[in-house]
C-alpha cells in the first residue's frame, strides 16, 4: 500500500513553546489530509481535514488558532501546535488519500509531550 | 456522522478464524465501510473496505449485511501478529472517517 510518513516520531518540548509536525505522502499525490489526536487508551478524534492549497475544516471544540495547519502542497501538510501546553501531550496522526473514494493512509504518529 | 458500534474486547485462539461484528444501523447510502487495525504506538493500517458486497483481500474478508445496517470482518486464520485494535469506520461523500472505539483482539498461543 501507499506510505505516509510523520517528522518527528517524537518530540518533547517546554510548555509555551510551538512545536511543528510534518506528514507526507511519499508515493501518491494526496488531495486530502486528515489530522487525528489519540490520548492513551482511547480512539482517533478527528482534528481538522486539510485540502491542498485550501484552508483545514476543523472539527467542534478544536481551536483553528492554536493548531495551525498547512497544506502547501499534494505531498505534504504540518501541523503547528501553537503555545503547547502539558494537556496537549498525545499522539497526533495524520492520514493522507488521494481521493475521497480512495484508501485513506495513515502516518505513523508523533508523540509529543510537553513539559 | 453515522456511529459504529463494536464489542470492546474478543479472544481467539492461533490458527482459528475470527469474525469480528460491528453495527452501523444509522449508514448512509453513500457511506462506504472501512476495517483499519491499530498496534500500540503506530498508526492505523488499512484492512478492508467495502460498499455493498462482500470483499476478500489477502489480509481479510468483509461481509456486508444486506441492509448494510451491519458488517463482520473475517480473519480467515489468526495469528499472533493480527492482535490489534480494529476499527470499523463509515467514511462520508466528503471522505471524513469518525472512529469508534474498536474491538481488542487478542490471539492466544
Known amino acids: 500500500g501507499a506510505v505516509v510518513s510523520q517528522h518527528p516520531s517524537w518530540v518533547i518540548c517546554k510548555s509555551g513553546t510551538s512545536v511543528k509536525i510534518e506528514c507526507r505522502s511519499l508515493?501518491?499525490?494526496?488531495?486530502?489530509m486528515f489530522w487525528y489526536r489519540q490520548f492513551p487508551k482511547q480512539s482517533l478524534m478527528l482534528m481538522a481535514t486539510?485540502?491542498?492549497?485550501?484552508?483545514?475544516?476543523?472539527e467542534q471544540g478544536v481551536e483553528k488558532d492554536k493548531f495551525l495547519i498547512n497544506h502547501a502542497s499534494l505531498t505534504l501538510s504540518t501541523l503547528t501546535v501553537t503555545s503547547a501546553h502539558p494537556e496537549d501531550s498525545s499522539f497526533y496522526i495524520c492520514?493522507?488519500?488521494?481521493?475521497?473514494?480512495?484508501?485513506?493512509?495513515f502516518g505513523p504518529g508523533t508523540r509529543l509531550t510537553v513539559l | 456522522d453515522a456511529k459504529t458500534t463494536q464489542p470492546n474486547s474478543m479472544e481467539s485462539n492461533e490458527e482459528e478464524p475470527v469474525h469480528l461484528p460491528c453495527n452501523h444501523s444509522?449508514?448512509?447510502?453513500?457511506?462506504?465501510i472501512h476495517w483499519y487495525r491499530q498496534l500500540p504506538s503506530q498508526g492505523p493500517e488499512y484492512v478492508i473496505h467495502?460498499?455493498?458486497s462482500n470483499v476478500n483481500n489477502r489480509m481479510a474478508s468483509l461481509a456486508i449485511a444486506e441492509d448494510r445496517k451491519s458488517s463482520t470482518l473475517i480473519l480467515h486464520r489468526a495469528t499472533l501478529r493480527d492482535a490489534a485494535v480494529y476499527y470499523c469506520?463509515?467514511?462520508?461523500?466528503?471522505?471524513?472517517?469518525?472512529f469508534g472505539d474498536g474491538t481488542t483482539l487478542t490471539v492466544k498461543p
Open positions: 486539510s485540502n491542498e492549497g485550501s484552508k483545514a475544516t476543523y
Open positions: 508515493d501518491f499525490q494526496a488531495t486530502t
Open positions: 469506520i463509515l467514511r462520508d461523500v466528503a471522505g471524513k472517517s469518525t
Open positions: 492520514s493522507a488519500t488521494a481521493g475521497r473514494w480512495d484508501t485513506q493512509y
Open positions: 444509522t449508514i448512509s447510502g453513500t457511506d462506504y
Open positions: 467495502g460498499l455493498t
